[in-house]
């Protein structure tokens, strides 16, 4: 039953998901951290944190396939907001697009798992890093899957699998903004969108007020 703590704010969901990174980090390990604009303002605070960046290995949860440079990649929105401290920030190659990405990227991961902590947001249809509903992504057993027709822009990703998502102990879920409402409520429900389906020892929902189902 994952558990869930309610901010008043995003900002204070956000400083406290920072904390929680930074106390499961301190000492370097290996994360996934997902994309989308969500967990940014953590990511922001954290890049302020005492770490041993030097022993720290991070992936994104999934990558659009754009070109390496393109603003709207998830990599290189993580290395802007974590800023210049000497983290390994592995990338999956999706300028080859999603097949060849995720080709190139299985034995990677593999040797990553298990992961120290697996940060993961949440979309609007209960999606999940690049797992979408009536897409085949969450079915697979594949630690690394291609993703095409994808609803959020744009079509084509590359994403984690539900097996290596689900390769650590604790799987955090950072959901805020009243555009969450639904979906935050189906993932509390257990029904079945993507994000449910992503299960480890510890499930943890930080989100905000505005967030929140209204019963
Ligand atoms: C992506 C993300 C995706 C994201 C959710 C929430 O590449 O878009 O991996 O899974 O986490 O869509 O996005 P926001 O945080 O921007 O609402």
């Not at 659009?64 to 592995?90: F, M, V, W």
């Not at 797992?131 to 084509?156: N, R, T, W």
Request: hydrophobic share 40%.
């Amino acid at each position: 039953m994952p558990e869930v703590q309610v901010y008043p704010t995003a900002e204070a969901a956000s400083s406290h998901l920072a904390k929680l990174l930074e106390d499961r980090l301190r000492a370097g390990g290996r994360a996934v951290l997902a994309g989308g604009h969500t967990p940014l303002a953590a990511y922001r605070i954290l890049s302020q944190a005492d770490l041993l960046w030097e022993r720290l290995q991070l992936l994104p949860s999934d990558e659009r396939c754009l070109p390496p440079d393109h603003p709207e990649r998830n990599d290189r929105a993580l290395r802007e907001a974590l800023g210049h401290h000497p983290y390994t920030l592995y990338s999956f190659p999706a300028e080859r697009g999603p097949e060849a990405a995720a080709e190139a990227t299985q034995a990677l991961v593999a040797e990553l798992l298990p992961f120290d902590v697996v940060l993961l947001g949440l979309g609007e249809d209960g999606h999940t890093a690049s797992l979408f509903p009536q897409l085949p992504g969450i079915d697979s057993e594949a630690l690394v899957v291609p993703v095409h027709q994808a609803p959020k822009p744009p079509p084509e990703r590359v994403s984690l699998g539900r097996r290596a998502l689900e390769a650590t102990e604790l799987v955090i879920f950072m959901v805020t903004g009243s555009e969450k409402q639904t979906a935050l409520r189906k993932l509390l429900a257990g029904e079945d969108i993507p994000a449910a389906r992503i299960q480890a020892p510890q499930v943890l929902i930080l989100t905000d007020r505005a967030a929140l189902p209204k019963e």
